[in-house]
Every structure is written in structure tokens, then in C-alpha cells.
């Protein structure tokens, strides 16, 4: 039996590397004239795992005992946008 919480880290993993994957694929299927050129680049790919561990390791931060699997898969699939949202600046107001 898989731990819990190992179960989460993967499951946040595997969510946030397979959005990815899904992107990857729906372009290479049009053709391989239109895979985007930053899928031939390992550049584009370190990081890009490296983040899908970052989003395990947010969707093990959230873990609760009786969590299920499908939250950590949420959680791991979010991550990139929650991420992108800390980094950008607030609004200023409207005058």
C-alpha cells in the first residue's frame, strides 16, 4: 500500500506534468509542423519538471488525512495558475 502522502505528491505531480502532456500531444497530433518549438528544447523541459514537482509538493502541503486523490489532483493542476497569480502584481484601485 502507498503511502498517503506520497500518494498526494504524485498525484499533484502527475496532474501538473500532464496538463503538459495533454498540450504537447493535442499540437503533435495537428502535425509535426505545429509542435511548438519549446518542446524540442530540454530549457523549456527542466523547468517545466522541476514545477511539476513544485505542484507535488504543494498538493502534499495540502494534504489532510482522508484527502482524496482527486483533490491532490486539483491541487497539482492548479498549481502553474496559483503560482502565476502570486507573481503578479495587485490591481491598483480605481479611482
Known sequence: MI???LKAFLAGFTASFGVELVAFLRSYQRG???VAV???DWLFWLPR???AVVAGV???LFYVPGM???ASLYIGAAT???LTQ???PPLKPAD
Open 80 to 82: 502553474p495558475l496559483i
Open 32 to 34: 509535426r509542423k505545429y
Open 68 to 70: 482524496s486523490a482527486a
Open 86 to 88: 502570486f507573481a503578479t
Open 58 to 60: 504543494v498538493a502534499w
Open 38 to 40: 519549446r518542446y524540442r
Open 3 to 5: 503511502d498517503p502522502e
Open 49 to 51: 519538471v522541476v514545477l
